[in-house]
């Protein structure tokens, strides 16, 4: 799990890559929750999807947002960090010409620039997103939605209500030849504490029957 250090828009971007070396390997770029609250790619939840994504032989990335970590810059709210996946993105793309399969990730604020980032780069095929927030960020820009996902929350979330992710859902579900796998946790807050194994296994349950389907189209 090599460091590795991108040029972004604000200077040195922060990240740790497992590359696959198999040409037409599959690519995953993993985005970790506000930086104002702790964030960063050390995020024990960010690092379980990390995992997954490996084990099913991505060339998988997780990085720090400008400000965090060795990551140059300042909290943006939101505008910058858009441009910090970007620019991780086609670094991503730059060391896989050959992939034609790309997954995006986020958890809680990494889900809502994961939403953002799959609306604008159409190489995007699928997404996973953790208690993405939808009663305090505007997720109205997907519409349409270009690409199936899932979508986990826990049931005990006291940041995000369930009935916001529940409306979020039923908004994109409403959208023509996009559905959305929502998953709950029962007792499951935010961060999903002592509930790892239960969100390891709703992912990697999710993630291959994803790869399933895309093997037999």
Same mark, same amino acid.
């Given at each position: 799990?090599?460091?590795?250090?991108?040029?972004?828009?604000?200077?040195?971007?922060?990240?740790?890559?497992?590359?696959?070396?198999?040409?037409?390997?599959?690519?995953?770029?993993?985005?970790?929750?506000?930086?104002?609250?702790?964030?960063?790619?050390?995020?024990?939840?960010?690092?379980?999807?990390?995992?997954? &994504?490996?084990?099913?032989?991505?060339?998988?990335?997780?990085?720090?947002?400008?400000?965090?970590?060795?990551?140059?810059?300042?909290?943006?709210?939101?505008?910058?960090?858009?441009?910090?996946?970007?620019?991780? *993105? @086609?670094?991503?793309?730059?060391?896989?010409?050959?992939?034609?399969?790309?997954?995006?990730?986020?958890?809680?604020?990494?889900?809502?620039?994961?939403?953002?980032?799959?609306?604008?780069?159409?190489?995007?095929?699928?997404?996973?997103?953790?208690?993405?927030?939808?009663?305090?960020?505007? &997720?109205? &820009?997907?519409?349409?939605?270009?690409?199936?996902? *899932?979508? *986990?929350?826990?049931?005990?979330?006291?940041?995000?209500?369930?009935?916001?992710?529940?409306?979020?859902?039923?908004?994109?579900?409403?959208?023509?030849?996009?559905?959305?796998?929502?998953?709950?946790?029962?007792?499951? @807050?935010? &961060?999903?504490? @002592?509930?790892?194994? @239960?969100?390891?296994?709703?992912?990697?349950?999710?993630?291959?029957?994803?790869?399933?389907?895309?093997?037999?189209?």
């Amino acid at each position: 799990m090599p460091e590795v250090i991108i040029n972004g828009p604000e200077g040195r971007i922060e990240a740790r890559y497992h590359h696959v070396a198999e040409s037409g390997a599959p690519m995953a770029l993993l985005l970790h929750p506000h930086p104002e609250h702790g964030g960063s790619m050390h995020n024990k939840v960010v690092y379980a999807l990390f995992q997954a &994504f490996v084990q099913r032989k991505f060339s998988t990335m997780r990085f720090n947002f400008r400000g965090v970590g060795r990551s140059q810059g300042e909290h943006d709210g939101g505008e910058g960090e858009l441009c910090d996946a970007a620019a991780a *993105l @086609d670094w991503l793309q730059t060391y896989n010409p050959n992939s034609n399969v790309c997954w995006v990730a986020g958890f809680s604020f990494g889900a809502w620039i994961a939403m953002q980032l799959l609306m604008r780069r159409p190489e995007i095929s699928g997404f996973i997103s953790l208690a993405p927030p939808a009663n305090t960020h505007d &997720f109205s &820009f997907l519409a349409p939605c270009p690409s199936s996902g *899932l979508v *986990l929350h826990g049931t005990k979330d006291d940041v995000v209500p369930e009935e916001a992710v529940d409306k979020l859902v039923a908004e994109i579900n409403s959208q023509r030849n996009i559905e959305v796998d929502h998953r709950t946790i029962d007792g499951a @807050d935010h &961060f999903f504490n @002592d509930k790892h194994d @239960d969100l390891v296994g709703h992912v990697n349950d999710y993630l291959d029957e994803a790869m399933a389907e895309n093997e037999a189209a």
